[in-house]
């Protein structure tokens, strides 16, 4: 059993992101590596670092990590799921009604000194209640953003390759479509999918130019999901009526094509970041890494 005073801890507190010579060398006779996002953890680190028995990612999705390389090599992939659905959920639909009703743009406004009068034709935005919602992904994510679309009189359609269970379609109210028909149909479009090969760019010009002309987009699941190229022609040339988004194809970067515009609402991958579910995130991280070194099966492992 591992005591914890005899773990001993090399960590990274500073904000740069280490390189991969810099994380390679910190990584030398190490056990176990907790990381976030931004780390990138491919065949190349795990071959350099071959006293790791495990990587623990302090996220849900681990695209940043080669885990059929770590598989291959005997280390043990950890993710952090269910500790952030619900805060997740809640932020895309933060995103979702700050879009809709313009919130970023009248919070501008009202400090801008513009604001002389009460105006009948101030900032008008778009209705959510009664809606069509339209998700790309029903995992927990999306079913946790199905949830709360309840309390708002929706009709939810969602695409996945799999086919929830009748009792939580009958549950949430939810009709599984392809990917076309909810786009067609939807005023809102959420994505949730993870980030593989098969879900790269896959709103694109084509499937934007699928969504309504009153529609608006909301992705906090990962930036390349987006061709974000084909989004700004979208909202430049009215595609679509807007776009909430927290993830970007190249993070920190954001397409400057999107930072004119005033019909989207821009934030830095915060979806997860609530006190309390940053603690929950760190936690898991590291129980699963205690876990493993401790010799016993991950809580969350990534199969
Ligand atoms: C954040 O982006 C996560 O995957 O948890």
């Avoid at 065949?43 to 999705?61: F, M």
């Avoid at 969602?158 to 599984?176: F, H, M």
């Avoid at 987006?226 to 954001?254: C, H, N, T």
């Amino acid at each position: 059993m591992l005591i914890p005073g005899e773990v001993s801890l090399d960590y990274n507190d500073s904000l740069a992101v280490l390189s991969k010579p810099e994380l390679i060398a910190r990584l030398r006779g190490k056990d176990g590596l907790i990381c976030h996002i931004v780390s990138s953890i491919d065949d190349e680190v795990l071959a350099a670092a071959p006293t790791v028995k495990v990587v623990a990612n302090v996220a849900v999705g681990y695209n940043n990590i080669d885990v059929a390389a770590a598989h291959r090599r005997g280390v043990v992939v950890t993710n952090t799921p269910d500790v952030l659905t619900e805060t997740t959920a809640d932020f895309a639909w933060a995103l979702l009604m700050a879009t809709a009703r313009r919130v970023v743009e009248a919070d501008r406004f009202a400090r801008s000194g513009q604001w002389h009068r009460w105006q009948w034709d101030l900032l008008w935005g778009a209705d959510v209640y009664g809606k069509t919602l339209g998700l790309v992904g029903f995992g927990r994510i999306g079913r946790a953003v199905a949830r709360r679309a309840l309390g708002f009189n929706m009709r939810v359609l969602y695409q996945d390759s799999v086919r929830a269970d009748a009792a939580v379609e009958r549950e949430l109210s939810v009709s599984r479509q392809e990917l076309e028909a909810v786009l067609r149909e939807a005023d809102f479009v959420s994505l949730h999918t993870p980030f593989l090969p098969e879900t790269r760019h896959l709103m694109n010009e084509r499937t934007l130019r699928l969504m309504k002309k009153s529609a608006i987009l909301v992705n906090a699941s990962r930036g390349p999901v987006v061709d974000e190229a084909a989004l700004v022609r979208a909202l430049q040339e009215g595609w679509i009526a807007g776009a909430g988004l927290d993830v970007f194809e190249e993070e920190p970067k954001i397409h400057p094509g999107l930072i004119p515009l005033t019909n989207v609402v821009l934030a830095p991958h915060i979806a997860s970041a609530s006190s309390d579910t940053r603690v929950a995130m760190a936690t898991l991280a590291v129980r699963n890494c205690l876990a493993v070194l401790d010799g016993k099966p991950p809580l969350t492992p990534v199969r």
